[in-house]
């Protein structure tokens, strides 16, 4: 039986670039536990940012050894270059856009949907989190 779990992410910085942080919300389909990711990852632009939550979200459908992956995020850039429908032209993404890609590879299925930012308070909250609690 392949274990299917659902991950939300966020990534945001201050300023584009300005202090970023990252979010992942992963829903163990199973179980029906959530785990709650959120990391300061320190100056850096809004895409930047959205790649490392998302390779922090498949890292953990890895750890959880998933088989399938949904991944929702509200970045349409990031949704659409892991779909290969855009070109990932900046070399600082092209980087993170390797390893996210690499990653999706230790999954039997892996798919990525763009969703509204309303959709996605619970990753959104967890990225105000990391960038406050380093900030202050």
């Known amino acids: 039986m392949s274990k299917k779990v659902t991950t939300y992410t966020d990534g945001g910085a201050r300023g584009n670039p300005g ?4 979010g992942a919300v992963v829903h163990d389909l199973e179980t029906d536990i959530v785990h709650e990711h959120k ?3 320190g100056e850096t632009t809004n895409n930047q940012a959205e790649y490392k939550a998302l390779i922090m979200a498949l890292e953990s459908a890895k750890e959880l ?9 509200d970045s349409e850039l990031v949704v659409k270059q892991m779909r290969k429908e855009y070109k990932v032209k900046d070399p600082g ?3 993170l856009f390797i390893q ?3 990653l999706t590879t230790a999954f039997k299925k ?3 949907s763009h969703i ?4 996605n308070k619970h990753a959104d909250r967890l990225v ?3 960038i406050d609690e380093h900030v202050s």
């Open 19 to 22: 202090p970023a942080g990252i």
């Open 39 to 41: 990391k300061y990852i």
């Open 65 to 73: 050894s998933a088989d399938e992956v949904q991944c929702f995020l």
């Open 93 to 95: 993404l092209q980087k």
């Open 100 to 102: 996210a890609y690499n």
């Open 110 to 112: 892996v798919t990525f």
């Open 116 to 119: 509204p930012r309303e959709k």
């Open 128 to 130: 105000n989190e990391a």
